[in-house]
């Protein structure tokens, strides 16, 4: 995918390049699990009212290039976009990308396993949500929240 960025003259500024996969084109396993939780809209507005009712901090954070920082756990090959110069190309992915099926379900759990090393508990029936001593995260894909008393923010 590729990015065009212009000054406020209209004058490119910037040409930024993101290798996205086809997950269109990727072959469909039937007994493959790619669904991976995402904090539902109904959750999202009862975590913000119980911030808004115990007077906490909301403290908003977007992960860049999320999917890049997870392992894949299996092998899976692309071919490389229109306009390489090297035609025909095929790469072995290391590392999750976007547009692939199987990234957003890595990215969740390896952010979950992540919190759960920092000691954070699970919030029973919500996958999305994860608390300790009175610290909230909640999280939608690459988005995370995270709820705290003013004093909690200054000591982290």
Known sequence: MYVYKYDKHSRLAKCKAR?????DQQ?????????????ARRSFRILIAIAARFDLELLQYN?????????????IYMKMPPGYR???????????????RKSLLLWHKALSIRLEQFGFKRVPYEPCCYSKNGILIFFY???I?????????LEA
Do not use: P, S
């Open 141 to 143: 894909v690459d988005d």
């Open 86 to 100: 090297r035609f025909g190309t095929v790469l072995l992915l290391n590392k999750a990308l976007y547009g692939l």
């Open 19 to 23: 290798l996205v996969v086809r997950g």
């Open 27 to 39: 072959y469909k396993h039937l007994n493959r699990d790619i669904y991976a939780a995402t904090l």
């Open 145 to 153: 929240v995270v709820a705290c008393r003013k004093q909690q923010q």
């Open 63 to 75: 992960v860049v290039n999320a999917f890049v920082y997870v392992d894949l756990d299996e092998k």
